[in-house]
């Protein structure tokens, strides 16, 4: 059973900005930590963002400075705010619970000009 949405991907230039959202079901936004997770054609799928349910969030190196993971407990939704967005950023991008459980059908991100 899907428990999250993501939605707000599309096309960008490089040095662009993108806000993805999440929305998850009350039930596991309340309990787990939640990530951000892209997939780019031919590579294995990477945790890029992860934010813990008191709101502490953790990044990896490729997009630290750049990327911003937050929740909002009154929507249950989490967003990942991407800035000054680089072509090595195309893929497609899921969001899922720390451990993982079901996937969603993600949102693609492409970053061209």
């Known amino acids: 059973q899907v428990q999250v949405v993501e939605s707000g991907g599309g096309l960008v230039q490089p040095g662009g900005s993108l806000r993805l959202s999440c929305a998850a079901s009350?039930?596991?936004?309340?309990?787990?930590?939640m990530g951000w997770y892209r997939q780019a054609p031919g590579s294995q799928r990477e945790l890029v963002a992860a934010?813990?349910?008191?709101?502490?969030?953790n990044y990896a190196d490729s997009v630290k400075g750049r990327f911003t993971i937050s929740r909002d407990k009154a929507k249950n939704t989490v967003y990942l705010q991407m800035n000054n967005l680089k072509p090595e950023d195309t893929a497609a991008y899921y969001c899922?619970?720390?451990?993982?459980?079901?996937w969603g059908q993600g949102t693609q991100v492409t970053v061209s000009s």
């Open positions: 899922n619970t720390i451990p993982n459980s079901s």
């Open positions: 009350r039930s596991i936004f309340r309990r787990y930590t």
């Open positions: 934010v813990t349910t008191n709101g502490s969030p």
